[in-house]
């Protein structure tokens, strides 16, 4: 009786080993893989940042031109380029086509 006992407690402490060490080998893999995506979410992170940083650049450029546009300077300058048109005090020269 007690060979089958002790047979019986060296089983089930075996099958509760195994079940420890696949368990432990289980959670390790899901840390290590965490740990992994977590390390790209954070160059993830970085790259948005640095697009919203670009970004805001961008937004203060465009703003800068939007307000060039409403200026009289443009208005002027567009008109002498596109249109030819000039001031009234200003002399437009032309080159000969040969």
Do not use: C, P, W
Not at 65 to 94: H, M, R
């Amino acid at each position: 009786m007690k060979i089958r006992r002790k047979v019986r407690n060296t089983k089930i402490f075996a099958i509760a080993g195994v079940i420890a060490v696949v368990f432990v080998g289980a959670m390790s893999y899901n840390v290590y893989s965490m740990k992994k995506q977590n390390k790209e979410y954070v160059q993830e992170q970085k790259n948005l940042k640095k697009k919203i940083k670009n970004e805001k650049q961008r937004t203060k450029q465009i703003k800068k031109y939007e307000e060039y546009t409403k200026s009289k300077e443009y208005i002027e300058n567009t008109a002498k380029s596109k249109l030819g048109l000039a001031n009234d005090n200003e002399i437009i020269f032309k080159e000969e086509s040969k």
